[in-house]
């Protein structure tokens, strides 16, 4: 079964960190650029984060950078969101996605908004991220 597969979310208190995992099986993620994407109650999708299929290019919403690390592994066949000093307003289920090519300028735009949903080969099912003292 091809499939992406996100662990690692949880409750968390203000401050605290989390790593979420993005793992691909039944395929390679060596030719996709991976994006993860947060979406709040009531709130639309948003853009948090993107890696090109190298790994040398990677982006952030503002509302993260710097407190968000990107990074993926080949042996393991996963990306992973590393997550810092987080906030209340980080609270949402968070999505990866797999987006076909191998394009750096891939990896810069992937959530700048400008790629619908059909345009990933692969979203995987969500993992819920409560930041909450």
């Known amino acids: 079964q091809l499939q992406l597969v996100e662990s690692g979310g949880g409750l968390v208190q203000p401050g605290g960190s989390l790593r979420l995992s993005c793992t691909a099986s039944?395929?390679?993620?060596?030719?996709?650029?991976i994006a993860w994407f947060r979406q709040a109650p009531g709130r639309e999708r948003e853009g948090v984060s993107s890696?090109?299929?190298?790994?040398?290019?990677?982006n952030y919403a503002s509302s993260v950078k710097g407190r968000f690390t990107i990074s993926r592994e080949k042996e393991t066949n996963t990306a992973y969101l590393e997550m810092k000093n987080l906030k209340p307003e980080d609270t949402a289920m968070y999505y990866c996605?797999?987006?076909?090519?191998?394009?750096?300028?891939?990896?810069?735009?992937?959530?700048?908004?400008?790629?619908?949903?059909?345009?990933?080969?692969?979203w995987g099912q969500g993992t819920q991220v409560t930041v909450s003292s």
């Open positions: 039944g395929f390679t993620l060596d030719y996709h650029a």
């Open positions: 890696i090109s299929a190298s790994g040398h290019t990677t």
């Open positions: 996605a797999a987006f076909p090519g191998t394009s750096e300028v891939v990896g810069k735009t992937l959530v700048a908004g400008i790629y619908a949903s059909d345009d990933f080969d692969y």
